[in-house]
Antibody, heavy 121, light 111 residues
Framework: EVHLEQSGTEVKKPGESLKISCKGSGYVFSAYWLGWVRQMPGKGLEWMGIIYPGDSDTRYSPSFQGQVTISADKSISTAYLQWSSLKASDTATYYC??????????????WGKGTTVTVSS | QSVLTQPPSVSGTPGQRVTISCSGSNSDIGSHSVSWFQQRPGAAPRLLIYTNDQRPSGVPDRFSGSRSGTSASLAISGLQSDDEADYYCAAWDDSLNDLCVFGTGTKVTVL
C-alpha cells in the first residue's frame, strides 16, 4: 500500500528555521514526483511546488519561490520542506502528495496526513 | 497564482443530487484534465475523481465528474450525511513551473 508519512506538529517562533519531512513507502519513491500543498487555517489548498526525488529536479510556484526550499533524499525515501526564517504567516498545515499520470494527464493520488506548523512569539 | 472558481457552498437533503461547478481558463482546465478531492474536517484531502471522470477504487459511484471546455463539475447523487465536507477541484497549468491550480473550495452541507 502506498503511504506518505509526514513529521509531527511543530510550534516555532518567528525567525526560527524549520525542516519538515514526508517519507514514502509502498512504491518506488525515486520514480514519482512529490508535491507540497499549503492550507492556512480555515482556507483552501495552495500549490507550493514539486520535486522529482530521482534527480531532485524541483519546480516552485511563483508564490513560494524564494520563500521555502524543497529537497529530497532518495536513499531514505524522504522529501523535505524547509524554511530559513519563519514568519507568523507561515502558520498552516502542509501536505505532501504523490503525483501520478493516467492517459497523459497528471493528478495527486496519495496524500500525507499533513504537518501543522504554528509560528507565534 | 490563478485559482479555479467554485461556489462557496451547496446544500441538499439526504438522497438528493447536488453538483459543484469549477470554472477555469484555456491554460488550465481547457488544456489539462481535472481532479476532485474531498476534505473532511481535520483530515487530509482524499482523491475522488481523476482525469475528469475516473473514480479510484473505493470511491462510490455516487460521485461522478465531467469536463467541458474550461469548466468542470462534480455531481454527488444519493446525498448522505457522510458526504458533508469541503470539495476542491484541481488542474495543471500551462506554465514552465509545473504549476497545479486548485479551486476555491465548496462546502457541502447535508440538511
Amino acid at each position: 500500500e502506498v503511504h506518505l508519512e509526514q513529521s509531527g506538529t511543530e510550534v516555532k517562533k518567528p525567525g526560527e528555521s524549520l525542516k519538515i519531512s514526508c517519507k514514502g513507502s509502498g512504491y518506488v519513491f525515486s520514480a514519482y514526483w512529490l508535491g507540497w500543498v499549503r492550507q492556512m487555517p480555515g482556507k483552501g489548498l495552495e500549490w507550493m511546488g514539486i520535486i522529482y526525488p530521482g534527480d531532485s529536479d524541483t519546480r516552485y510556484s511563483p508564490s513560494f519561490q524564494g520563500q521555502v526550499t524543497i529537497s529530497a533524499d532518495k536513499s531514505i525515501s524522504t522529501a523535505y520542506l524547509q524554511w530559513s526564517s519563519l514568519k507568523a504567516s507561515d502558520t498552516a498545515t502542509y501536505y505532501c502528495a504523490r503525483r501520478v499520470a493516467a492517459r497523459g494527464y497528471y493528478y495527486m493520488d496519495v496524500w500525507g496526513k499533513g504537518t501543522t506548523v504554528t509560528v507565534s512569539s | 497564482q490563478s485559482v479555479l472558481t467554485q461556489p462557496p457552498s451547496v446544500s441538499g437533503t439526504p438522497g438528493q443530487r447536488v453538483t459543484i461547478s469549477c470554472s477555469g481558463s484555456n491554460s488550465d482546465i481547457g488544456s489539462h484534465s481535472v481532479s476532485w478531492f474531498q476534505q473532511r474536517p481535520g483530515a487530509a484531502p482524499r482523491l475522488l475523481i481523476y482525469t475528469n471522470d475516473q473514480r479510484p477504487s473505493g470511491v462510490p459511484d455516487r460521485f461522478s465528474g465531467s469536463r467541458s471546455g474550461t469548466s468542470a463539475s462534480l455531481a454527488i447523487s444519493g446525498l448522505q450525511s457522510d458526504d458533508e465536507a469541503d470539495y476542491y477541484c484541481a488542474a495543471w497549468d500551462d506554465s514552465l513551473n509545473d504549476l497545479c491550480v486548485f479551486g476555491t473550495g465548496t462546502k457541502v452541507t447535508v440538511l
